[in-house]
């Protein structure tokens, strides 16, 4: 809950700064190599969200790998995190920044499943019907989950669209475990 809390918070300020500076797609650009850069290196990583290890030199740490690299919106932003020591929430509100980004820009990011990998043609035509029917850019990012069977699970936000044949099967199932056996006709 508290790490929901912080990331709607620092997302949001960041967000509104970045906007503010005109820097929206940079921040984004930045913030996401920064994290990125800090999960793949082990060592980096025990550094920055060590709770015991001073907030100088994480701060000193963060300037000398990424001060040539980030604005100075997102240093100076990774730096307050350091001080309120709340870095170790860094990738939460990486999330609620990308969210509020691609709200702002009209972007929906779509994650969908099939049984099957999805044909170029067949991605490029749910696309243009998602686009359609929402008024947005949609990105989607293709998952295969054999255990679907059929069909496809559409993941927009925290919405989920379950139109699988497991799905399917699972209601129906459902559905003649509630009819009594004397209404089937079984004795």
């Not at 907030?55 to 690299?69: A, M, P, Q, V, Y």
């Amino acid at each position: 809950m508290l790490s929901n809390q912080v990331a709607k918070k620092y997302g949001r300020a960041l967000f509104e700064l970045a906007v503010e500076k005109g820097k929206l797609q940079d921040v984004q650009i930045k913030l996401t190599e920064v994290v990125e850069t800090i999960k793949e290196h082990e060592e980096l990583n025990d550094v920055i969200y060590h709770p015991q290890i001073s907030r100088d030199k994480k701060k000193r740490l963060l300037k000398e790998l990424f001060g040539s690299e980030v604005s100075k919106i997102l240093l100076n932003f990774l730096k307050l995190l350091i001080d309120k020591r709340r870095e170790k929430f860094l990738e939460s509100i990486l999330e609620r920044y990308i969210e509020l980004a691609n709200e702002a820009n009209e972007i929906l990011e779509v994650e969908v499943k099939s049984a099957f990998t999805l044909s170029a043609t067949n991605k490029t035509r749910l696309k243009n019907k998602l686009e359609q029917l929402t008024g947005k850019e949609v990105r989607l990012e293709s998952k295969v989950d054999s255990n679907l069977i059929g069909g496809l699970v559409l993941k927009i936000g925290d919405k989920v669209i379950d139109g699988s044949l497991y799905k399917h099967l699972q209601v129906m199932k459902d559905n003649l475990n509630k009819i009594e056996a004397s209404k089937l006709g079984v004795n």
